[in-house]
């Protein structure tokens, strides 16, 4: 059975720093695709980060291109969000997916971690 378990959320103020990770665990071979996605208060659930395992093909959403950095340990099974010069509006709901291929939409992906909270305020 597939897991995947977040870490690392939290609130920081504007500027300021965190480090998401997702801890995989199970029968994950073939599945191709780890992202982060994230549900704001009243929006949809929307694509942060992907990372295409097989090539190590990277894509990020324009609104954090520059500030966020996605990569995977793979010794340990895990993948992590770096967050810098964070803004309120990135305070969501963050989640870990996994999936057979990369894609914006949430459908594409089987399998999600139980989310992080991250709070960006003064």
């Known amino acids: 059975q597939v897991q995947l378990v977040e870490s690392g959320g939290g609130s920081v103020q504007p500027g300021g720093s965190l480090r998401l990770s997702c801890a995989t665990s199970?029968?994950?071979?073939?599945?191709?695709?780890l992202a982060w996605f994230r549900q704001g208060p009243g929006k949809e659930r929307e694509i942060v980060a992907s990372?295409?395992?097989?090539?190590?093909?990277?894509l990020y959403a324009d609104s954090v291109k520059g500030r966020f950095s996605i990569s995977q340990d793979n010794a340990k099974n895990t993948l992590h969000l770096q967050m810098n010069s964070l803004k309120p509006e990135d305070t969501a709901i963050y989640y870990c997916?996994?999936?057979?291929?990369?894609?914006?939409?949430?459908?594409?992906?089987?399998?999600w971690g139980q989310g992080t909270q991250v709070t960006v305020s003064a």
């Open positions: 199970g029968p994950t071979y073939g599945k191709s695709c």
């Open positions: 997916a996994l999936g057979d291929f990369c894609s914006r939409n949430p459908i594409a992906f089987r399998y």
């Open positions: 990372l295409y395992t097989p090539r190590g093909a990277i």
